[in-house]
Structures are given as C-alpha cells and as structure tokens.
C-alpha cells in the first residue's frame, strides 16, 4: 500500500505522543549506549593482542555478539510463530514480534558475515571460501531474506501470520546445522571461542570480559530496538486496516449510488 | 585514541566497527523515524504501549 490514510482523530494531532518510546525503553537505551561505549573501549583498547593472531583478534568481539544476537533473534521468531500458530487466540501480536526479530535478525546476520569476511581476509588470506560453517550461515540469512519475502506478500494479516509462522518455525531448525557444521565437517573456522573441547573457558580473562560485553551491548541493542520495531509494525498494521475499511465504505457508498 | 590508529591492520578491525556501527545505527534511525511518522497520525489510546 503506497499511502498511509490518517484515522480520524478524536486527540488532537499536537497532544498525540511523538514516538514509540517508554521508561522501559529509554532505560533499555541508556545501558545500551553505555556498554557500547564500554565495548569499544575494551575491544579497541584495554584488551590484549591474541599470541597468534594479534591485533585481529579484536573482530571477535563485534563478530561473535553479532552472529549470537542473530541466533538469539531467530530462536525468537519461532518461539513467537509457535505462539501464533498453537495460540487459543492466534493473537497477531506475536506474528509482529516473530517478523520484528527476523527482520533485526538479519540485519545482524548480515553484519556477522561481513565482520567475519574481514577477519577472513586478515586470518586466512581470503574474504570468502565455501567451508561448512560460512556456506551454511550463508544459507540461514537467505532463508530468513526468503522469510521477509513470504511476510511481504499480500493477503489479510492472519494470512500473512499463518503462512510466514509456517516458514519460521522450518528455517530455524537450520540453526543447529550452522552450530555445528564445524564438527561436523572438516572446516577452516575455528572452533567454539570461549570453550574448548573439554568444555573448559579457553580464552584470557580480559578477552573474554571484552566478548562478554559485546554479547551485553548487542543483546540490549536488540531487546531495546525489537520493542520499537513491533510498536511500529502494530502502528503500520492499524492504518493498514483503516485503509481498507476505508476503501470497502468508498466502495458500498459507490454500488448504494448506482442502485 | 590514537593508539587506535597503530593496531595492526587497523584497516580492516576499525572498518569492522564502523560498518557494524553503521548498520545498526542507519536501521535505527529508520525504525525511529518511521515510528514519529506513524505515530502522529493514531490516537494515543491505539497505542497499546501508553
């Protein structure tokens, strides 16, 4: 729909609140900001360079928050598409908030891709190799594209919900796949970074306090923007609604005339 | 902060922030700005947030 009708207003437009915004998420966004700034100070600055990769070690901290907040994201998407689906109600609150987290889960797959493309080029000598645990990654952020997509087709909101929870709930169980591509196949990716093999913390203390507050910093990011992004889709579904019963009312007034 | 600057391959580590940076703050502002929009035009008791 290219143009969003107003509803008729009983509040005057000037005393309507301006934005999405509430305490929770202005409280939300602070501490984000704040463990941003913490994240480029530790990552950047006070933690140490790796034995053998160095300075590039430093990636790890923006690479490894951002693929976890994706997965994060996309477990959340099939947990709201199950909720609509299995529902007593199939309340279309859930379906925002399903699309709301796919929508920033790719956002942050995309990011996981191309910071691990630059700690490729510096770690391997290339930006790209189809090894299993990239080639698989890859796969999940087409999937999760394809599921925009499958959102973005026309129909009623309850269609759009039961057909795009359909798809959520089958491209995450690609999640696992990609978590465990390299065990399962001969890959160029390391390993887990923060356990090894014995399931013991492997990594230096100040490292690991570096990623641990780049996965804090990320995952604020993402709760704080989810809530605004599903307020948004509720707006956009409302008016959408409007538009519609708009054009069915122009659309009995016309057939009364002709009768 | 200039420190910063003699990383090795300091290139490809600040382009690495700067790009994730970047898109989290231009999707940002696109939520952000597309939700004073829509606001404006419903009425505050359609908001089931306030």
Known sequence: M??????????????????????????????????????????????????????????LYVHVPTA??????????????????????????????????????????ALTLVSGMLWGKLTWGVYWQWDARLTTTALLFVSYIGYLAVRGLGGSHQQRAK???????????????????????????????????????????????????????FTLWYAWILLHRTRVMAMEDMLDDHGLDRALDARRAEAEEQS | MLGILALQDAGFILGGYAITFAAIGTYTWRVMSNGRKLAEQIDDSDKYWT
Do not use: N
């Open chain 1, 2 to 59: 290219t143009t969003t009708p107003t509803i008729p207003a009983e509040q005057p437009a000037a005393t309507r609140r301006a934005g999405t915004g509430t305490t929770a998420t202005r409280v939300l966004g602070i501490a984000m900001v704040v463990t941003m700034g913490w994240l480029v100070a530790f990552g950047l600055g006070f933690s140490p360079a790796d034995r053998d990769q160095e300075d590039a070690v430093r990636i």
């Open chain 1, 68 to 109: 976890w907040v994706a997965y994060l994201a996309f477990i959340v998407t099939a947990v709201g598409s199950a909720m609509y689906l299995f529902g007593k109600k199939h309340s279309l609150g859930f379906d925002r908030f399903a699309g709301a987290s796919a929508e920033i889960g790719v956002v942050f797959m």
């Open chain 1, 163 to 217: 057909r795009s929870a359909v798809v959520g709930l089958l491209v995450v169980l690609e999640i696992p796949l990609v978590h465990f591509s390299v065990k399962m196949w001969r890959s160029l990716h390391q390993d887990a970074s923060v356990l090894d093999s014995e399931g013991d913390v492997s990594m230096d203390g100040l490292m690991l306090f570096s990623l641990f507050v780049g996965v804090v910093a």
